[in-house]
C-alpha cells in the first residue's frame, strides 16, 4: 500500500508574532504560484498568488516572496493569529496543471 | 468552499465495490479537478476536465473513472480496481486557461472522506 504519515514540517511561532513559510519550487518554467490554507478536515481555501513576472505581492496581513533564481517561494504572515494554525500548501503552475507541494504546517501559540 | 459543493462528507465502502463521489459548482466555471490526499501528503490529480464532454488523466488515474455531461457537474467513480482507495478526495473547479490564461486560479470544494472497510 501507500506510505502513510509522511510528517509535516512544522513551524511554531507564539500569537502576535510574524510567520514566514517557505517553499521550493521545482519546475523552472512554472509561471503562476498560489498559497493555500487548509484548516483540518477541509478543504483548501486560496490565500494570495503571483505571477512569475512578480517578485513580491501583498494582501491583508500576507505577502509573497518570488525568487525565481533560487526557485524558492515564501510566505509571510503578519500578526499570526490563532485562526492561522492550519496547513500551508505552495502551488506551481506550468502549462494548464498545478503542482503541489507537501506542506507545512502552523501552529499558533496563545 | 465558495460554490463547490461535494458529497457525501464520509462514505465507507466495502472492498470490491464501486462508489461514486459527486462534485457540483455553481460558478459558471469550464474547468474541474479532482485531487487525492492521503495524510500528511499534498494533492495528486486523479482527473481533469477543460470543457463538457472532454475529460483527461492525470497522474494517478488508474482505477477511477469520470464523467462530465454537464457543466456543473464532474462525479469520480472509485471502482474495485483502485487498491488503496482510503483517502480524502478533493475536487476543484476554475475559469479554464483559454478564459484566465496563466492565472487561472483552483477553488476547492470541502472534500469527501473515504474509508474502505
Known amino acids: 500500500g501507500e506510505s502513510v504519515g509522511l510528517h509535516l514540517p512544522t513551524l511554531s511561532v507564539q500569537e502576535g508574532d510574524n510567520s514566514i513559510i517557505n517553499c521550493a519550487y521545482s519546475?523552472?518554467?512554472?509561471?503562476?504560484f498560489i498559497w493555500y490554507k487548509q484548516e483540518s478536515g477541509k478543504g483548501p481555501q486560496f490565500i494570495i498568488d503571483?505571477?512569475?513576472?512578480?517578485d513580491k505581492r501583498q494582501g491583508q496581513r500576507v505577502t509573497v516572496l518570488l525568487n525565481k533564481t533560487v526557485k524558492h517561494l515564501s510566505l509571510q504572515i503578519a500578526a499570526t493569529q490563532p485562526g492561522d494554525s492550519a496547513v500551508y500548501f505552495c502551488?506551481?503552475?506550468?502549462?494548464?496543471?498545478?503542482?503541489f507541494g507537501g506542506g507545512t504546517r502552523l501552529m499558533v501559540k496563545p | 468552499d465558495g460554490g463547490i459543493t461535494q458529497s457525501p462528507k464520509y462514505l465507507f465502502r466495502k472492498e470490491g465495490q464501486n462508489v461514486t463521489l459527486s462534485c457540483e459548482q455553481n460558478?459558471?466555471?469550464?474547468?474541474m479537478y479532482w485531487y487525492r490526499q492521503d495524510p500528511g501528503q499534498g494533492l495528486r490529480l486523479i482527473y481533469y476536465?477543460?470543457?463538457?464532454?472532454?475529460?483527461q488523466k492525470g497522474d494517478i488515474a488508474e482505477g477511477y473513472s469520470v464523467s462530465r455531461e454537464k457543466k456543473e457537474s464532474f462525479p469520480l467513480t472509485v471502482t474495485s480496481a483502485q487498491k488503496n482507495p482510503t483517502a480524502f478526495y478533493l475536487c476543484?473547479?476554475?475559469?479554464?486557461?483559454?478564459?484566465?490564461?496563466?492565472?487561472?486560479?483552483?477553488?476547492f470544494g470541502p472534500g469527501t472522506r473515504l474509508t474502505v472497510l
Open positions: 460558478l459558471n466555471h469550464d474547468a
Open positions: 502551488a506551481e503552475k506550468a502549462g494548464n496543471m498545478l503542482t
Open positions: 476543484a473547479s476554475s475559469h479554464g486557461r483559454v478564459k484566465r490564461g496563466p492565472t487561472d486560479t483552483q477553488y
Open positions: 476536465s477543460q470543457i463538457v464532454n472532454d475529460f
Open positions: 519546475n523552472s518554467a512554472s509561471d503562476y
Open positions: 503571483i505571477r512569475s513576472n512578480m
